[in-house]
């Protein structure tokens, strides 16, 4: 609807809770707020709209800026003079989100259509000069109706029809006496209910107004009131009208109104009159924004109102008692505008602890947050005693606290305030309470009246101390207590006497914090660093006890249905049975959180819900799995102090240091919506980058791109991721990888951006995947391909021109050398023929000397031949004178 200012000063009493009576209260559910506000980074403190897109985001429209959530932070959108692609006007009235998944802000300055891709606007604005322009400035609503065509709701008493095809916009006068149209509503036939100052009119779909309902004070069943603040069909297709006057339902049938106003007195009537706004949850139930009354949640089956004001001391209460705007999101949590406070989460899927502190207007009056212990007086209700408080009796089904102090006036209260432990004597009917220095009383509460026992100097039959710490009861009805610094004692309920029993007599320490009887009908006592002592009561002496057991500090000890005994403590805990003398270890490997464990409860499905100063564990035997609960599950602390309670009815109570925690915890589960997981930020040297920007890559928004080229030289990139939880955001969980560069999924925890540089050229998928806050996964996630393009010289274009010159080259110088050569080949040729021919006309001159050379050696062998033939006659000669000669001599000689 419309932007819900205080008209009129309206008074209301600080007591307004006041009118509930003890009964009614304890009956209303427990509605837990998350706040948000300008602390957080929302732009301003007045919510006028609230709106979730098809991503998963909230949209926040203020009077100062539209807002964009997360879950983690706020990103605020503002109107900026001059620039004509800003938000039209920073009141952000009416939000619509159309069939397309174009968001629409309706604004005291026009409409505007918000860009996505381009991250910008796109803005419509009175224009007088013409007609088929927006009619005026203010909206109040915005419809969109079967054709996809769009209803506005103005200030100046007109409803324009807008046409999303030719962009123009046709006016409708709703009437000339209203100047305000506050709100518009289909009904289910598809007739447009509207809301003004002088009641509601009805058009048809032809355009004609059928009815107008006002406000008859003759007529009962006439509206409630002319001044009409919201209209909201229900999931029934009920017509429900908020005014100035109440609340009123319209019957379809006796075409009349059934109105519920305020009636004081009755606290199931409605806060305040006063109604700005309206919704429904996802059970059904109406809820209501009043002006200065709070938030009423409407519970039509039994017809009353729930209230639900701001408590300055209850950070989870709703933030402020104007309430602007109501939006019901896609996982059933609801989101409540205020007028001054930002904004209010209730979380549908919340773990369903509720809580009950002191100084909680709207619970019962604790007397004490710090609580030491928890008992059940079966069948009429729970004793509680904290530490400085006294002792209270709890009726969570009347909603009734009664508290029961000491007063040093009266000797028949309780001995002192400080309760360290509770027992119910279900055999005597009374309450036994244990103190720190006030010893101990046994209060009877059919009298009102508490009889105490103190430590008598000398006395042995007088109680040990007066500084107790715990007290057990077992199955034959003996009370057993447990002191600091003074042993234990053992109550004679015959004789009103104790027994008592220290170091003295065997007890391995003198600080006893927690005492069991087992089967055998031994006692066990715990202490503080000494481990456990084991007491016979029957012979009234110590006992060894094994020597496996292994904790120091034995803070709780209990026996199960099978006669097992349970020590819890540090470090962990472990399990003993008296039987088979079998000792078991926990809490080394089981990821139970490294701290003590106080005390403990099992329920039926073998699960210990360990109280510890960490948190709330709840340890499954069989399967070995520790999940721990703190402060972001929705407990008011994570520190647990005293006894708690599993209770006959099947809750727990548990006993912390901020109050009574109770659930129950078979409905306590974990949150199985897998969350969605969007990329919604891509960086260029840590600048987001839009489409429509300069040199960027991008075509659409980030969050629906599946690929994107980047050039080499943009080499350093990052990219921011979320998923949607809005239920505890700071409890999801990251991982991501970069296919083709991460070898592994990188943890990133809580961490929502990854940052790469110099990737080399080639072809990447980012994916990114998300748990919740209770480590539900979302395995699919996202993914975006990355094509790193390669630098110019790295292109298969350069690369293949390189090749071709390269190429063309060896071919030139190829064809050359081939030119080259032949044509040195017929050079070559030309001198081989002339040579050739020199050739052959030396060889024919040499043949012919050759010839004549022959010639002129067979002369010259014929003359040889002759020579020699002259040479044998010569020879022949020369021996014939030779022959003569040597007669000669011979004869001369003789």
Not at 442 to 456: E, V
Not at 475 to 489: A, D, H, M, P, V
Not at 766 to 793: C, M, Q
Request: glycine letters at 8%.
């Amino acid at each position: 609807g419309s932007e819900m200012g205080c008209r009129t000063p309206i008074i209301v009493s600080i007591m307004l809770v006041a009118i509930l009576s003890p009964a009614v209260r304890a009956q209303q559910p427990f509605v837990p707020f998350r706040n948000y506000s300008s602390f957080h980074g929302l732009s301003h403190d007045k919510v006028l709209s609230i709106i979730q897109d098809r991503q998963g985001f909230m949209w926040f429209g203020t009077v100062e800026g539209l807002n964009r959530f997360d879950g983690y932070t706020f990103t605020s959108y503002y109107h900026k003079n001059g620039d004509t692609t800003s938000l039209c006007d920073n009141t952000a009235i009416a939000m619509l989100e159309d069939r397309h998944g174009d968001l629409w802000i309706g604004t005291t300055g026009g409409l505007s259509r918000y860009n996505r891709a381009s991250n910008d606007f796109t803005s419509y604005v009175p224009d007088p000069s013409d007609d088929g322009s927006i009619s005026d400035g203010r909206i109040n609503q915005i419809l969109e109706d079967e054709h996809g065509n769009f209803w506005l709701a103005f200030s100046n008493g007109y409803v324009d029809h807008f046409n999303r095809t030719s962009g123009r916009f046709q006016h409708f006068l709703v009437d000339e006496n209203s100047l305000d149209v506050t709100s518009l509503e289909f009904d289910r036939k598809g007739d447009l209910w509207i809301g003004t100052r002088i009641g509601v009119v009805v058009m048809n779909k032809a355009r004609q107004i059928t009815q107008h309902f006002s406000h008859d004070p003759a007529d009962a069943g006439s509206l409630s009131h002319n001044y009409v603040n919201d209209l909201f069909l229900d999931r029934n297709g009920v017509m429900w009208v908020g005014s100035d006057g109440g609340l009123s339902r319209y019957d379809r049938d006796r075409k009349t109104f059934v109105t519920h106003r305020h009636r004081a007195g009755d606290a199931n009537s409605l806060a305040l009159d006063v109604i700005r706004c309206l919704g429904q949850d996802h059970t059904g139930r109406i809820w209501v924004g009043t002006e200065n009354g709070g938030l009423d949640i409407f519970d039509t089956g039994v017809g009353r109102f729930y209230h639900y004001v701001n408590d300055e001391l209850d950070p989870r209460s709703i933030s402020d008692n104007s309430i602007y705007a109501l939006f019901r999101d896609r996982h059933n949590n609801m989101w409540v505008g205020t007028n001054s406070r930002g904004i209010c989460l209730y979380d549908a899927n919340r773990k369903p602890f509720v809580i009950y502190q002191k100084n909680l207007s709207h619970q019962p009056q604790l007397s004490n947050n710090k609580i030491s212990a928890i008992v059940e007086q079966p069948g009429i209700g729970l004793w509680v005693g904290s530490d400085g408080g006294g002792v209270g009796f709890f009726d969570e089904a009347h909603g009734t606290f009664t508290p029961y102090r000491h007063d040093p006036k009266d000797p028949n209260s309780i001995p002192g305030d400080f309760v360290v432990d509770l027992e119910w004597d279900e055999k005597a009917k009374c309450l036994w309470i244990a103190t720190w220095g006030a010893g101990l009383g046994r209060f009877d509460p059919a009298t009102k009246k508490c009889r105490r026992f103190l430590p008598r100097a000398g006395d042995p039959a007088a109680l040990a101390s007066d500084k107790l710490w715990c007290l057990y009861m077992d199955n034959e009805g003996t009370l057993y207590i447990g002191t600091l610094g003074s042993g234990f004692s053992i109550y004679n309920r015959s004789t009103g006497t104790f027994n008592s029993y220290s170091t003295n007599a065997g007890l391995r320490e003198e600080n006893v914090v927690a005492i069991c009887r087992d089967v055998n009908g031994l006692l066990w006592l715990g202490s503080w660093g000494n481990g456990v002592s084991c007491f016979d009561p029957v012979a009234r002496k110590f006992v060894a006890r094994p020597d496996s057991l292994r904790l120091r500090n034995a803070e709780s000890i209990a026996a199960d249905s099978s006669g097992r005994l349970w020590m819890m403590g540090h470090p962990g805990f472990e399990s003993y049975d008296p039987v088979s003398g079998a000792v078991q270890h926990y809490g080394d490997k089981e990821h139970v959180p490294e701290t003590t464990i106080n005390n403990f409860l099992r329920d039926g499905r073998r699960n210990f819900w360990l109280t510890t100063n960490k948190g709330l564990v709840r340890y499954n035997l069989a399967t070995q799995k520790a999940t721990v609960y703190t402060e972001d599950d929705g407990l008011p602390t994570s520190q647990f102090y005293g006894r708690p309670l599993y209770a006959s009815n099947g809750k727990m109570y548990l006993a912390s240091v901020r109050g009574i925690i109770a659930f129950d915890p078979d409905s306590l589960k974990d949150n199985a919506i897998v969350p969605p997981v969007l990329i919604t930020d891509f960086k260029i040297f840590n600048k987001s980058v839009f489409a429509d920007s300069g040199e960027s890559p991008l075509q659409d928004v980030i969050s629906e791109t599946k690929e994107i080229s980047l050039s080499s030289r943009y080499d350093f990139i990052s990219l921011n991721f979320v998923a949607f939880n809005y239920s505890w955001p700071e409890g999801n969980r990251y991982a991501y990888k970069l296919e083709g560069f991460d070898k592994d999924w990188v943890a990133a925890d809580g961490q929502r951006s990854a940052t790469y540089t110099s990737l080399e050229p080639r072809d990447y998928v980012f994916r990114v995947k998300a748990s919740n806050n209770d480590g539900v996964w979302n395995e699919t996630g996202t993914s975006l391909t990355i094509h790193i393009l390669p630098r110019w010289y790295e292109t298969l274009a350069f690369k293949l021109a390189v090749a071709l010159a390269i190429g063309a080259a060896t071919y030139g110088f190829y064809r050359y050398r081939v030119r080259s050569i032949a044509a040195q080949a017929r050079k070559l040729s030309t001198i081989v023929r002339e040579r050739t021919h020199e050739l052959q006309e030396m060889n024919k001159d040499i043949s012919e000397k050759n010839q004549l050379l022959q010639d002129r050696q067979q002369e010259i062998e014929m003359q040889n031949e002759e020579l020699k033939q002259s040479g044998d006659e010569i020879m022949a000669q020369r021996d014939i004178v030779y022959a003569q000669n040597q007669k000669l001599e011979e004869a001369s000689t003789t």
